[in-house]
């Protein structure tokens, strides 16, 4: 995934991109303002700044894991 620019939600999850969540997942927390709110391009166009997208993988990494 690139440093900047934007990025589409394929190069965000894994196993392309850097965060292992599922697409309902991320959606989720997109609502709930947990991840960065998309830039809408058009009507078929959904994007987001890849600057944030990996302030939200630093951030991720510096928390220690919850345990189930």
Same mark, same amino acid.
């Given at each position: 995934? #690139?440093?900047? /620019?934007? @990025? ?6 894994? #196993?392309? /991109? &850097?965060?292992s969540? +599922?697409k +309902?997942? $991320?959606?989720? !927390?997109v609502? +709930?303002? %947990? $991840? &960065?709110? #998309? @830039?809408?391009? /058009? &009507? /078929?166009t ?11 993988v630093d951030?991720? %990494?510096? !928390? #220690?894991?919850?345990?189930?």
């Open positions: 995934m #690139p440093r900047t /620019g934007l @990025v589409r939600l394929p190069q965000i999850l894994a #196993p392309v /991109g &850097p965060l969540v +599922s +309902s997942t $991320f959606w989720a !927390k609502r +709930s303002g %947990e $991840f &960065p709110q #998309p @830039v809408r391009l /058009g &009507p /078929g959904t994007t987001w700044r890849a600057e944030e997208i990996w302030a939200l951030e991720r %990494e510096k !928390k #220690p894991a919850k345990k189930r």
